[in-house]
């Protein structure tokens, strides 16, 4: 992916974050939030890309009719938990420990081992159903590695990161509004091919 490509997605991404924060939390939003928002967004923004979130470039670039096909591309999801326990189910894991160890060093809410893996567990649930957007497969494997990757980075942070490092007010943003606002930019704002084409 090159310089310009990554940039265009973290603009679709960011944009309504900062637009929401701009209209509802200008008074309430610290000039130090700015620093901690960009790390979990961009933390965020880097899970999308890699898992292949569906978005509305999905289907008008479908690759079988555009957009006269139906909106859900292909219907493939694999139901059957601990199929694989591969390299892809411990990829997974170490994917969402970050997710773990960052919600509670920044939002105080998720300082509880059940509402954090609880958000986790719905932050790959809502992944696996962007998915069906797109030619991916909706796998419950992945939901199951997720989640337990969320409880190891909570754990982390409960042994000893939270003596060290974490936000005593938290951000005046929810986890849930980063993760909407900035997939609701990558879904509508969000087209790879046609920049390509003309950038």
Known sequence: MGIKIILYSLFCFFMPIFIYLFIFKRNRFKKRDFFYLLIFGGYIWSVFDVTGI??????????????????????????????????????????????????????????????AVGMGLLFSLFIE??????????????????????????????????????????LSIHPWQVIFLGYLGQCFLYFPFWFVQHF
């Open 129 to 170: 159903v962007t998915q069906l957007l797109n030619t991916r497969i909706s796998d419950v494997d992945d939901l199951i590695a997720n989640t337990l990757g969320t409880f190891i980075g909570f754990l982390v942070w409960k042994i000893g990161i939270n003596r060290v490092v974490q936000l005593k007010e938290g």
């Open 54 to 115: 569906g978005t509305l470039s999905d289907i008008v670039y479908a690759p079988k009719g555009g957009v006269e096909s139906f909106w859900i591309q292909y219907l493939f999801v694999q139901a059957k938990p601990f199929y694989q326990l591969g390299r892809s189910f411990m990829l997974n894991v170490v994917m969402c420990v970050p997710f773990g160890l960052l919600l509670p060093v920044l939002f105080p809410r998720y300082r509880n081992i059940l509402k």
